[in-house]
């Protein structure tokens, strides 16, 4: 079920979540490639937010980081399994943030 959390609730989560996808990513860094900690889609005047989801490699062009996507699934087979980050979508509209309730309750 989809609920809507204030934005100190919101922020506590997204705050929890990027912990998790930091630390990870400080732990494979060494293959080059990452988890992207977190993705924004804007749609119908509506912003999705993404956590954990997508794999992307960083180059660097002109002293300028270029995030280069390699999607969804884990790209070198023998990383290390990522974090259990629930794969819920975050809506944000000009009411506030909806969240799954499954996934605050996988987050507390």
């Known amino acids: 079920m989809l609920v809507k959390v204030p934005e100190r609730v919101f922020d506590e989560l997204l705050r929890k979540l990027k912990i998790q996808v930091y630390e990870y990513n400080s732990r494979i860094k060494e293959y080059g490639v990452y988890l992207k900690p977190y993705h924004i889609v804007y749609k119908n005047g509506k912003q999705y937010i993404y956590i954990g989801k997508y794999w992307y490699k960083l180059d660097k062009k002109d002293g300028k980081l270029k995030w280069i ?5 884990k790209p070198v087979q023998y990383l290390p399994d990522p974090p259990a980050i629930p794969d819920y979508t975050i809506i944000k509209d000009i009411e506030g943030y909806i969240i799954d ?6 987050i507390k």
């Open 69 to 73: 996507y390699l999607g969804k699934k």
């Open 101 to 106: 309730e499954k996934a605050l309750n996988e």
